[in-house]
C-alpha cells in the first residue's frame, strides 16, 4: 500500500512538473514573450471581468467561416458551461463554403477539431495546430493526400487555415497556452461553414440545392451547432462508417 500511495504522488508531482515546464519552455521563445508583455495585462483583465481565474482557464474555439469569425469561450475548470469570453475577425480567406478534401485544394476544414502543436516561430508569427485530417475526414474522402498543417496562425495571409493579424494572433496563443498550462490537453475547435441557424440553413439549402453530399454533411454539422449552442459545453461525438459525426447527449 505504502508503495502504491508514493507512486501515485510521483505521478502527481510528475505531471505539474510538466506542466509547469510548457509554460516555461514557451516563454524562452523571444515572440512568446513580446505576447506577455504586450497582451498579459489585457487579458487577465478580461478574465478577470468575466470571473475566470488565469489559473483555472479552460478554452474552446468556434470559427465560422462566412462570417470570417473566430470566437473563444472560456470557463474555470469547475465551471459547468463555456461563456463566449471574445470574438476575433479572421483576416483573409480562402477556397469556398464546404469541406476540406484533398492537399492543394485551398479548402478551409469544417468540423470538430482540436488543438494539437503549438509553434512559438512559426514562418507566421505564432501557430496553433488543428488536427485536420481527422477521423471523419479520412472516411469521407477517398483522395491520396487529404492535405494537413492548418493552423490558427498569424501574417494574416492563408492557403486554407484561419489567418489573424500578429496583433490577435498573440491574444489567442497566450489564451491556448494559459489553457494547457493548465492541464487542458484538449482544446476544442469547432469550424462551421456559417452559423448554422434555421434562417441560415434554409438560405444555403436554396443556394446549393444541386450540391446533395454537401446538404446532407452540413446537416450533420448542424447538429453539432445547436448542440453546442443549447448548453454551451464541449460537444461529445464519434464517428460512423460514412465519416458523419454521431453525437452524444
Not at 463566449?84 to 469556398?96: D, E, F, H, T
Not at 487555415?161 to 475547435?189: F, H, K, S, W
Request: hydrophobic share 35%; proline share 4%.
Amino acid at each position: 500500500m505504502k508503495t502504491t500511495i508514493t507512486y501515485i504522488l510521483a505521478l502527481f508531482f510528475s505531471t505539474l512538473i510538466q506542466q509547469s515546464d510548457f509554460l516555461s519552455e514557451q516563454k524562452k521563445y523571444e515572440r512568446v514573450q513580446a505576447a506577455f508583455e504586450a497582451k498579459g495585462s489585457i487579458l487577465s483583465e478580461k478574465l478577470r471581468i468575466n470571473g475566470i481565474q488565469p489559473e483555472q482557464l479552460n478554452i474552446l474555439i468556434v470559427a465560422y467561416k462566412e462570417e470570417k469569425v473566430l470566437e473563444i469561450f472560456a470557463k474555470n475548470l469547475k465551471d459547468r458551461n463555456y461563456k463566449k469570453l471574445v470574438a476575433y475577425p479572421i483576416c483573409q480567406q480562402s477556397g469556398r463554403l464546404g469541406p476540406k478534401w484533398k492537399q492543394g485544394d485551398l479548402q478551409v476544414p469544417e468540423g470538430f477539431y482540436q488543438i494539437d502543436r503549438f509553434n512559438p516561430v512559426s514562418t507566421y508569427y505564432l501557430s496553433l495546430g488543428i488536427n485536420y485530417p481527422n477521423k471523419a475526414d479520412y472516411l469521407r474522402s477517398d483522395a491520396v493526400d487529404r492535405g494537413g498543417d492548418i493552423f490558427i496562425h498569424g501574417e494574416c495571409v492563408t492557403v486554407g487555415c484561419l489567418p489573424m493579424t500578429n496583433d490577435l494572433i498573440q491574444e489567442i496563443y497566450l489564451y491556448a497556452i494559459q489553457a494547457r498550462q493548465n492541464g487542458q490537453e484538449d482544446i476544442p475547435v469547432y469550424i462551421f461553414p456559417f452559423r448554422m441557424t434555421k434562417e441560415n440553413m434554409s438560405i444555403h439549402q436554396e443556394k446549393f440545392k444541386e450540391d446533395e453530399v454537401l446538404l446532407n454533411f452540413w446537416k450533420n454539422l448542424k447538429t453539432g451547432f445547436d448542440t453546442f449552442e443549447k448548453d454551451k459545453n464541449p460537444i461529445s461525438f464519434s464517428v460512423d462508417k460514412k465519416g458523419l459525426y454521431v453525437f452524444r447527449k
